[in-house]
């Protein structure tokens, strides 16, 4: 049974930072694409951040977070991290860690749909 349990979310002024974590368990996380999705109230769940640890640790991001974020990845703990720097008030929304058990090779996928295994959530608001 896979579990992924997301931490770090918070409060936060807008230009500040937060890291979030992920702590997996269950899977053979080596070989997964992992991913941070968010949702904010009333919009569809979308794409923050995606980490390919199998193959070279390619790492794919939303264009509205790109230079902002940072997405990592510990192997040996299972984790995956999730660096938000100059925080926006857009970015608050509940952020998921997400696993996808079945990459394909040609492509990083980012549509939900795809991603068998999802955390609770974790709330970021930030305020101007």
């Known amino acids: 049974q896979v579990q992924l349990v997301e931490s770090g979310g918070g409060l936060v002024q807008a230009g500040g930072s937060l890291r979030l974590s992920c702590a997996a368990s269950?899977?053979?996380?080596?070989?997964?694409?992992m991913a941070w999705f968010r949702q904010a109230p009333g919009k569809e769940r979308e794409f923050v951040a995606g980490?390919?640890?199998?193959?070279?640790?390619?790492?794919h991001y939303a264009d509205s977070v790109k230079g902002r974020f940072a997405i990592s990845g510990d192997n040996a703990k299972n984790t995956v991290f999730l660096q938000m720097n100059n925080l926006r008030p857009e970015d608050t929304a509940v952020y998921y860690c997400?696993?996808?058990?079945?990459?394909?090779?040609?492509?990083?996928?980012?549509?939900?749909?795809?991603?068998?295994?999802w955390g609770q959530g974790t709330q970021v608001t930030v305020f101007s």
């Open positions: 980490i390919r640890r199998w193959s070279t640790d390619s790492t």
């Open positions: 269950g899977g053979t996380f080596r070989w997964y694409d």
């Open positions: 997400a696993a996808d058990e079945h990459p394909v090779a040609f492509e990083f996928r980012i549509e939900s749909n795809y991603y068998e295994d």
